[in-house]
């Protein structure tokens, strides 16, 4: 069983009221890996730590924009740790996490090998 953040009760202090919820329910108890993933991935994004490496699926920006607008490529990456922008549910995959923040096309995620997450404030610009 994978731990709950030890971050959370910092984010209390900051958080908005639609965010306090999702912290209190998990601080209450909520142990659900998936389901815990899925809430906090809608307002922060979630650094993972796996218990031994994984391949991750990344899609950068390249290029300059066109008349077909940017062009992208997905790469892979092998790493223990790695910071998601969300996660998605899926009818067939299940647990799915997008290849950027707002991005449409994402991938399976395997949860058995979490270690532990822990939700990361998102910089704006």
């Not at 993933?37 to 809608?42: E, I, N, P, Q």
């Not at 062009?71 to 092998?78: A, G, Q």
């Not at 740790?81 to 399976?108: E, T």
Request: with cysteine; proline share 7%; glycine share 4%.
């Amino acid at each position: 069983m994978v731990p709950i953040p030890d971050n959370l009760p910092c984010l209390l202090d900051t958080a908005e009221p639609w965010q306090v919820e999702v912290i209190e329910r998990i601080l209450n108890g909520q142990t659900d890996l998936t389901q815990n993933l899925l809430d906090l991935s809608k307002w922060w994004n979630i650094h993972v730590w796996f218990s031994e490496p994984v391949t991750v699926r990344v899609m950068p920006r390249w290029g300059k924009p066109d008349a077909e607008g940017w062009r992208h490529r997905i790469f892979e990456k092998v790493v223990t740790d790695y910071v998601f922008r969300k996660f998605f549910r899926h009818d067939y995959h299940g647990l799915c996490y997008v290849f950027k923040r707002l991005g449409r096309k994402g991938w399976y995620f395997n949860k058995d090998k979490v270690m532990r997450y822990e939700p990361v404030p998102i910089k704006r610009r």
